[in-house]
């Protein structure tokens, strides 16, 4: 089992290489332009607090974060200290933008996953599959994410997810990342092998994940009828065609102008593709 899953081309990662790609991965997201009511490298979306400098400190202050969650990962650390570690970043993130919440679910979601990463190596000495990170998160840490899904939130996200049932980040997590496994990844892989363009291909996963996930964010600044108008919207841009489309790119900068209009930010959604990004630079087998 072992050897098919080593490639002989690619030397083994190090958690320090885990860790860097997760920083490279939300620079994926962060770079890619346009995207719906989020913040790119030249404008703000429907954000009057951050802009693309927030973000680059952001990054910043939290890249050694990531192969620290790796390592840890790879150390069978417990819960509790994961969650130390990412307390720890996203306090670092807030000093580092004024207060300011740029990564806070990226914090959570790509340092799970750094964690998961780390704990494949550990345990197969081989380039992590995305079925065995998934694998992996949900043995040493599924039963404490379910508990932590459990405790009453006091975020906005939290809030949301609590008062419209939703599917929020901490949900997402202890159930193994559904939205990025089934969802995300595929239909970022699928796009890169049907020939789009990297930034095209990003895009078009990004309207996969808001087509499905729960985006809380969506919820919390314009409740169950912003969440479904930004749902509906991801629909109808994939089945017209999607990115691959003549018109595709010049559809998609409609329905950034409507977000930003109804100032609507799907920063769940951004922090899924971050994320997806993320286990394709890293993964053997997406
Ligand atoms: C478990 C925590 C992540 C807390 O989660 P909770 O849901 O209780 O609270 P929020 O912080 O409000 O939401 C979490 C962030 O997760 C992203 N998100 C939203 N929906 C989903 C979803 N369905 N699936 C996955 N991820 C989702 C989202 O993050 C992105 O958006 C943020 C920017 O949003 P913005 O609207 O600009 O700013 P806000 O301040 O939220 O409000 P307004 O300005 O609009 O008023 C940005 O962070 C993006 O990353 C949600 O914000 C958690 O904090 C936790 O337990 N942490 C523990 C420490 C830790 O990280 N440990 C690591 C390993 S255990
Ligand atoms: N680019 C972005 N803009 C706004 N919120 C986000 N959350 C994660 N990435 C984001």
């Known amino acids: 089992m072992k050897s098919a899953l080593l490639h002989p081309a690619r030397a083994l990662p190090s958690t320090g290489h885990i860790g860097r790609a997760a920083t490279l991965a939300l620079y994926d997201e962060l770079s890619l332009t346009p995207k719906p009511g989020l913040v790119t490298l030249v404008d703000r ?7 693309a400098h927030s973000f680059m400190r952001s990054l910043f202050a939290l890249r050694s974060y990531f192969p620290k969650m790796a390592q840890a990962g790879s150390q069978g650390a417990s819960f509790p200290v994961l969650e130390r570690l990412g307390i720890e970043a996203e306090q670092r993130m807030l000093a580092a933008t004024g207060g300011i919440n740029t990564h806070r679910g990226a914090v ?16 197969q000495a081989c380039i992590p599959g995305a079925a065995w990170l998934r694998e992996a998160l949900c043995r040493h840490w599924g039963e404490a994410l379910h508990q932590r899904s459990l405790r009453a939130s006091a975020l906005p996200g939290g809030i949301a997810a609590r008062r419209h049932g939703l599917r929020g980040a901490s949900q997402e997590a202890a159930l193994g990342f559904p939205v990025l496994f089934e969802t995300a990844v595929p239909a970022l892989a699928r796009a890169h092998a049907s020939g789009l363009p990297a930034p095209l291909a990003r895009l078009e996963a990004l309207f996969h994940i808001m087509a499905v996930l729960d985006d809380c964010n969506l919820a919390h600044r314009a409740g169950m009828q912003g969440l479904r108008h930004g749902q509906d919207a991801a629909r109808r841009f994939l089945q017209a065609g999607g990115c691959a489309h003549p018109e595709g790119l010049s559809r998609a900068q409609a329905i950034c102008d409507d977000f930003v209009a ?16 993320w286990v394709l630079r890293v993964c053997e087998r997406p």
Do not use: K, N, Q
């Open 108 to 123: 959570f979601m790509l340092g799970l996953l750094c964690a998961a990463g780390g704990a494949v190596l550990a345990e």
């Open 262 to 277: 109804r100032r609507l930010s799907p920063g769940g959604a951004a922090d899924t593709l971050a994320a997806a990004c």
């Open 45 to 51: 979306g429907s954000h009057d607090d951050m802009d």
